[in-house]
């Protein structure tokens, strides 16, 4: 079916972010006197929002206040360099632009930190999208359905006119708690296997095939 609007995550859907999220939670760990992680460690630890990816990077045992310490300590490092290497996977600029062009609505839902998610949105799509929101205080993050809500409120569209489009299990959990159909891409940080078995039922390897599904 064709949809009035589209709400995408960010990480491993829009941006290929992986890099700079390695970079900084090694240099808050290394800061901490922590060993490091490998980007494939990485990969699996994001995606349900900072604290938790500090929570799986820090050695088993470290006390909640660490944590808290580490946490801050990649904020203030990431928000310096959340564009050193971040980059749209190929073919994101144009699906958007068509999509705006036909007069489909547009926005952002991530678990990533509000701050680093406003940055990002203005530097790549400033004035193109309708609607953008992060991790922030006050509202749950996904897979509960809050930020996705409060995105559709902001459109003005129900949740049977927009789709839902992520790469990994949260976005498939996010997608039916908040009532929307899910699209989930697989150029980002979670297998097809993994997809799969969190209930993936529509998948796309291109940003051709995306398109087709939103407006067709």
Not at 37 to 42: H, I, L, N, Q
Request: charged share 20%; glycine share 8%; proline share 3%.
């Amino acid at each position: 079916m064709a949809y009035n609007a589209a709400i995408f995550d960010m990480d491993g859907t829009l941006l290929n972010t992986l890099d700079d999220l390695t970079a900084s939670t090694n240099a808050a760990l290394a800061a901490h006197g922590m060993p490091g992680r490998t980007t494939d460690e990485v990969r699996q630890f994001v995606g349900n929002g900072i604290m938790n990816l500090i929570r799986r990077a820090t050695p088993a045992g470290t006390g909640e206040d660490t944590q808290r310490a580490v946490f801050d300590t990649f904020c203030a490092h990431y928000a310096d360099h959340a564009l050193d290497t971040t980059a749209p996977y190929p073919g994101i600029v144009a699906l958007l632009d068509e999509l705006r062009a036909r007069g489909v609505k547009l926005a952002v839902v991530s678990n990533k930190g509000d701050f680093a998610v406003q940055e990002l949105v203005d530097h790549f799509w400033k004035g193109q999208l309708d609607f953008a929101v992060g991790e922030r205080e006050g509202i749950r993050r996904k897979p509960a359905p809050d930020t996705v809500l409060t995105a559709l409120e902001a459109l003005g569209v129900s949740a049977d006119e927009a789709v839902y489009v992520g790469d990994s299990e949260v976005d498939v959990a996010t997608a039916a708690a908040s009532g929307l159909d899910c699209i989930c891409v697989t150029w980002g940080f979670r297998s097809v296997q993994t997809l799969l078995e969190a209930g993936a039922t529509t998948l796309v390897d291109t940003c051709d095939q995306l398109l087709d599904l939103i407006i067709n």
